[in-house]
């Protein structure tokens, strides 16, 4: 049977794309919908409500440069980029992005895949199911749901590229190119590192569309280079302002590793630490063998051996496991894709026209490089490209796993459109009964189907046993869940056993039924009309499959009270800017102060990740710099103490970065008095509290972080400390000292005999002697901050002699400064610190972060052109008719008998 060709009408091909929208919404709408609860949205590991709702997180204001105030000193971000995600978060604001954006970015995700199916000529069933398919896949769905909805997005993007180069013309096959390589752009704009690698198999997929076109109009093959070179060109240029921000924060004056730091080996084992193990590979059809996340309920923790310290082994010592995310491809995507290999083997009587058969063996081999790749340390492959530029600093060979998801969703398609064509018009023979017509069938079928239909009956009762011999294997199971971390073999880790057990049950059940509808679709019981039900019933199958083993995933939460405020973020939320909190002894993942009777360090660390970000609340903890900048490095190198007869080092730490107030147990305050600040003894108890239940009448007593509240008594074990040492965040000296390098000044500034009080440190020398000794410098002047954003500060001063403004956080050159309306000098003060010189009198200061941006507009109208011509090639009727390369042509496809 023919293909039927894409509807060349606008109208046509809009109503179909309706059709497939308001299909897979609603779908995603179902699994989504607790999104319409009020008091719910999603969790999210990566980009928290409270993350995304804090002001230094604004969308609208980042395009022109993003200030990270809210932890640290101060950190210059990644702008934000014109891509989906911004478009989404500036639409639908913090909350109901949070909510909604996951179903959106899948949304989007399942229709760029039915736009590439659709240019490839396929049955509008066929891409329809192939965008459910993808949109499902719990790949990116899983990354979706634990934060990342960039991932969806990055592989929609990629498939918007392919889309582009699945018709190659005469006329129009250097603007495909132009519009495959902004799609290409655009998924860097959104996965960066994802981006970049993805990018590498829409160029290997153009060469492949490039070679068979050029094979066929006779074409210089060489011009294939040349067509991937305007690919390349394309996606610099649409992606030119996420990668100048991307080279600015995360590559220049990023600290490395010194040669004695760490030998290969360790730097190979850092880079690969989180790759795929061999045995997990199973997770492909078996989606909770392993379990899902680390904190699913019922034994469905996650116990496999992703992210695993190297030499845990041995040492017991480091990270032993950590999951955020599925790699299930679905055991009918994995089934259909695989019979679609199979029949493409065919050389007689076939039903896949030259093209397509070379299509199938080009995914199916981009699926294993992939998977071989995601193998990472676990398996020779990977050490091929990490020996190559840009490689070696992808800290996850997983990602690998990416490309591979969407190989198999392809191949899925190609699967099911052989499936399709090869019954659709074939004579359902109503008058046989099922029986009589299955004997028939048998009877008169070639090798290929014999082969596959025994091979595949064959694997069921093999996976049935596999699971009875896993069944009858609990106790071995249970006393290696013991030997890795699990150390309650009886309870927890039985717990685990029997849920890995029933998930390899739910696998043979829905293999069994894959097989079953796959091999009576194949005999063509459902020939002609009663093709549309086995769509239907495979359509069902897939969803259902999918929706058990993505259920896991998908976490909500009452947002109202888990960001309920309590006394002490009632006092640290009220002008935030003032002053810094912590909560560690090093910002860095230090200690805290706490002796084990209150867990007083998770709920620290989720105040911080989410309380602090939803209220604006600067701490000088770090929450996560993976590239720490050598600039910062050797600022907080300084006042690292070796011992801990040294910890009047992280007290000088604290006065000069403005971190006014400490978390911690009250039975600390001695501790803090007599060793960080021994001389001065500056540390007091401000608010004395403790922890307590939200809801002391529940009868499941705490169970989560978010079970928790503070409530003030002066007999609380906890205390929020004021050091009254810390330096303001804003402060005018009347004397000050240039500094003869860096070194010298952080060896002046952790020196104790130094008075940050009275003197501050500049880096450059300034034509105004100081006017006043240190000893007077008390004197200095009156600074109040008068208005308050993350990139714009306006403050007013008055004093009766010269004097350098301090502000103390972080100096940036992007940062400008505005002294009663004319641009002045930035200083850089006490190494890390921004200031300005003011002659005497009143003035008024205003600190602007404002980082050129010339590529921003280079990226918006690459994606306006993309857009454009995006319209144009998938809904105009010329392009129906201009098909150079059909991969379902009559022309090349031979007649077969159904």
């Not at 405020?565 to 993942?589: A, C, E, S, W, Y």
């Not at 608010?687 to 989560?704: C, D, E, L, M, V």
């Not at 501050?760 to 308050?788: F, K």
Request: aromatic share 12%; proline share 6%; net charge positive.
């Amino acid at each position: 049977m023919k293909s039927q060709p894409p509807d060349s009408s606008l109208a046509s091909g809009f109503r179909t794309f309706a059709m497939m929208a308001g299909g897979l919404s609603l779908l995603l709408l179902f699994l989504f919908h607790d999104s319409l609860d009020a008091r719910k949205t999603l969790f999210s590991n990566d980009g928290p409500l409270g993350a995304i709702a804090s002001e230094q997180s604004s969308t609208a204001a980042a395009f022109t440069g993003a200030w990270g105030d809210l932890n640290w000193i101060g950190n210059k971000l990644p702008s934000a980029a014109p891509d989906v995600t911004s478009l989404l978060s500036m639409v639908l604001g913090p909350l109901l992005y949070s909510k909604f954006g996951v179903p959106c970015a899948l949304l989007i995700l399942g229709l760029s895949a039915w736009a590439f199916f659709r240019q490839l000529g396929f049955n509008p069933v066929v891409c329809a199911i192939g965008g459910f398919a993808i949109a499902l896949n719990t790949d990116p769905f899983s990354y979706a749901c634990w934060g990342l909805a960039s991932l969806p997005l990055t592989l929609a993007a990629t498939f918007l590229g392919l889309a582009a180069l699945g018709r190659l013309s005469p006329g129009r096959g250097w603007l495909r190119a132009v519009v495959a390589g902004c799609a290409v752009g655009l998924g860097i704009m959104e996965g960066f590192d994802t981006g970049a690698i993805l990018s590498l198999y829409v160029a290997a997929f153009a060469m492949f569309q490039y070679w068979h076109y050029a094979k066929r109009s006779q074409s210089n093959p060489q011009v294939a280079v040349a067509f991937v070179g305007a690919i390349a060109l394309a996606a610099a240029v649409t992606s030119a302002h996420t990668l100048s921000t991307l080279i600015d924060t995360q590559i220049q004056g990023v600290s490395e590793p010194a040669p004695d730091q760490g030998s290969k080996e360790e730097q190979w084992n850092g880079a690969t630490q989180w790759s795929l193990p061999k045995i997990e590979t199973l997770r492909i059809i078996i989606p909770g063998l392993f379990g899902y996340r680390m904190d699913t309920p019922d034994g469905g923790n996650y116990w496999g051996a992703v992210g695993r310290q190297p030499g845990w082994e041995e040492h017991k010592q480091g990270l032993i496991r950590h999951s955020g995310s599925g790699t299930y491809a679905g055991i009918v995507v994995v089934l259909l894709a695989m019979w679609g290999v199979h029949q493409s083997l065919r050389r007689e009587n076939g039903f896949y026209s030259e093209y397509e058969r070379r299509a199938i063996w080009f995914w199916g081999a981009v699926a294993l490089i992939s998977l071989a790749f995601s193998f990472g340390r676990h398996a020779p492959f990977y050490q091929f490209i990490y020996s190559l530029p840009y490689f070696s600093t992808i800290r996850n060979p997983i990602k690998f796993l990416h490309p591979f998801h969407m190989a198999i969703v392809v191949l899925f398609a190609y699967g099911l459109q052989g499936l399709w064509r090869r019954h659709a018009q074939s004579d359902s023979r109503k008058s046989q009964s099922f029986k009589e017509h299955l004997r028939l069938w048998w009877a008169s079928a070639d090798r290929w189907d014999r082969k596959w239909t025994s091979g595949s009956v064959g694997f069921v009762l093999l996976s049935l046993l596999g699971w009875l011999l896993f069944s009858s294997s609990t106790r071995e199971l249970q006393r290696h869940l013991a030997s890795v971390g699990f150390s309650d073999p009886i309870t927890f880790a039985g717990e685990i056993a029997r849920f890995s057990i029933s998930e390899v049950g739910w696998y043979v059940l829905f293999l069994a039924l894959a097989v079953a509808l796959t091999t009576i679709i194949s005999s063509g019981w459902f020939g002609g009309a009663r093709m549309k039900l086995a769509a239907i019933l495979l359509g069902a199958l897939l969803i259902a499959d999918f929706a058990r083993a993505n259920s896991p995933w998908v976490i909500y939460y009452d947002y109202k009270e888990k960001y309920a405020l309590n006394p002490v973020l009632d006092i640290l939320k009220t002008n935030p800017h003032d002053r810094r909190v912590t909560g560690r002894v090093h910002p860095i993942n230090g200690p805290h102060l706490e002796n084990g009777q209150v867990p007083f360090s998770g709920v620290y660390e989720s105040w911080l990740q989410h309380q602090f970000q939803y209220y604006n609340i600067q701490s000088l903890d770090i929450v996560q710099m993976p590239r720490m900048p050598q600039f910062d490095k050797m600022f907080i190198g300084a006042f690292t103490p070796t011992s801990a007869n040294q910890l009047g080092s992280i007290g000088r730490l604290w006065q000069i970065t403005n971190t006014r107030y400490l978390l911690g147990m009250k039975g600390f305050l001695d501790l803090l008095n007599e060793q960080v600040d021994p001389i001065q003894h500056r540390f007091r108890v401000h608010t004395a509290f403790a922890f307590t239940p939200k809801n002391p009448a529940s009868p499941g007593g705490i169970t989560r972080i978010e079970d928790i509240t503070a409530v003030v008594t002066p007999e609380g074990p906890l205390a929020l400390f004021e050091f009254t040492g810390a330096l303001p965040r804003a402060k005018l000296y009347s004397h000050w000292q240039a500094a003869s390098s860096d070194q010298a000044a952080l060896s002046q500034l952790s020196n104790p005999a130094f008075d940050p009080e009275t003197s501050v440190l500049i880096a450059d020398s300034i034509d105004h002697a100081p006017s006043m000794a240190a000893t007077n410098a008390l004197s200095a002047g009156t600074v109040t901050i008068q208005s308050y954003r993350p990139k714009n500060v306006g403050l007013e001063t008055e004093s009766d002699h010269p004097t350098v403004l301090l502000f103390n956080d972080k100096y940036h050159p992007d940062w400008k400064v505005y002294v009663d309306g004319k641009l002045d000098t930035l200083l850089r003060c006490n190494y890390a610190m921004r200031g300005v010189f003011l002659p005497q009198g009143r003035h008024s200061v205003e600190f602007r972060f404002a980082p050129p941006a010339p590529w921003l507009y280079v990226s918006l109208i690459s994606v306006f052109v993309a857009l454009t011509l995006c319209i144009v090639f998938f809904f105009s009727s010329s392009l129906g008719k201009a098909r150079k390369l059909d991969s379902a042509g009559a022309s090349e496809r031979p007649k077969t008998k159904t």
